[in-house]
């Protein structure tokens, strides 16, 4: 069974400088997808950044981008320019690439904290 | 366009009572999945449906909870004679199909409180 491990529970980072978010994976399949969301306190998941594990090149969505170290199985998201709004949970999750039902396994999410 | 909605918010229940959440996923998204949250955790996957249909009913944790799908939409989890450790929050998610860019669209969720 594919598992997930965020070895940081809680991080800190101040206003305007970077952070890096840890997770390694385990899995013996070769076609799957990374993802990072975000919960705010409101509860409501959100998609930050994915990343095909076909693709060599790291992803990056502004701000937020990744470190994919495919043979190490080592995932891990860095935020450049934090912001207050950064503040949330942020969860690791793997998804095989297709088919059976292509479910979320998560890992048990590292609370970010942002000072001003 | 509106996008996975869950009633209630908020439910708190007496040990023993049955309980239903309900999802109303994305229209036109055919899969529909359940997870929960306990404290401290991540999220767990419950079940899996594609059109009215559960091919995957594996995170299950017990025969008390169960799931339906009706019209390829609305999704209801029920959760019988509750326990404490039933207690987490329950999150619904909808996607497109089955495929490979099949991203999954969060509901805000339903915190269950099993007092």
């Known amino acids: 069974a594919q598992t997930v491990t965020q070895s940081q529970p809680e991080m800190s980072v101040q206003e305007a400088e970077t952070v890096t978010l840890s997770c390694t994976y385990d899995t013996s399949e070769s076609d799957y997808y990374l993802f990072w969301y975000k919960q705010p306190p409101s509860r409501q998941m959100i998609l930050v950044i994915r990343q095909e594990a076909y693709k060599q090149q790291n992803a990056t969505e502004n701000r937020f981008s990744v470190n994919f170290q495919k043979a190490a199985k080592s995932f891990s998201l860095k935020i450049s320019d934090s912001q207050l709004g950064d503040a949330a949970m942020y969860f690791c999750?793997?998804?095989?690439?297709?088919?059976?039902?292509?479910?979320?396994?998560f890992g048990k999410g590292t609370k970010l904290t942002v000072n001003p | 366009g509106a996008g996975v909605s869950q009633s209630p918010s908020n439910k708190v229940t007496e040990k023993g009572k049955d309980v239903e959440l309900r999802c109303d996923p994305i229209?036109?998204?055919?899969?529909l999945y359940w997870y929960r949250q306990s404290l401290g955790q991540g999220l767990e996957f419950l079940i899996y449906f594609q059109g009215n249909s559960a091919p995957d009913k594996s995170g299950l944790p017990s025969d008390r909870f169960s799931a339906e799908r009706t019209g390829g939409s609305v999704s209801t989890l029920t959760i019988q004679r509750t326990q404490q450790e039933d207690s987490a929050v329950y999150l619904c998610?909808?996607?497109?199909?089955?495929?490979?860019?099949?991203?999954?669209?969060f509901g805000p969720g339903t915190r269950l409180t099993v007092l």
């Open positions: 229209s036109g998204h055919t899969a």
């Open positions: 999750a793997y998804r095989r690439g297709q088919g059976g039902s292509e479910k979320l396994v």
């Open positions: 998610a909808s996607s497109l199909r089955q495929g490979r860019h099949n991203e999954q669209f």
